[in-house]
Nanobody
Framework: QVQLAESGGGLVQPGGSLRLSCAASRITFSLYVMKWYRQAPGMQRELVAGITNGGSTTYADSVQGRFTISRDNAKNIVYLQMNSLKPEDTAVYYC???????????WGQGTQVTVSS
């Protein structure tokens, strides 16, 4: 059974940093586009950042310059380094893996990030 397992969430003060990890199992990780989404209470899920299997990255305007997505294909892990965190970054963060042209699309269970003083 395919599994995407997020970790690294928690409570942090404004201006602080967190690094989220998403470990993938039972997929050929290097073939997947990996993305991080987030969903705040009462809001729609939104794309935060994505990285292709070739390493190209994309970011939401709201996190550009503060967040960095990266991947380690040897370890089957995608990371989201979050710096200069703001209260509006508070949300449940989800990992998504999508294999282009295949229809394979998987989600993790989410990890809570709370930015508050």
């Amino acid at each position: 059974q395919v599994q995407l397992a997020e970790s690294g969430g928690g409570l942090v003060q404004p201006g602080g940093s967190l690094r989220l990890s998403c470990a993938a199992s039972r997929i050929t990780f290097s073939l997947y586009v990996m993305k991080w989404y987030r969903q705040a209470p009462g809001m729609q899920r939104e794309l935060v950042a994505g990285i292709t299997n070739g390493g190209s990255t994309t970011y939401a305007d709201s996190v550009q310059g503060r967040f960095t997505i990266s991947r380690d294909n040897a370890k089957n892990i995608v990371y989201l380094q979050m710096n200069s965190l703001k209260p509006e970054d508070t949300a449940v963060y989800y990992c998504n893996g999508y294999r282009p042209l295949s229809g394979y699309d998987y989600w993790g269970q989410g990890t809570q990030v709370t930015v508050s003083s």
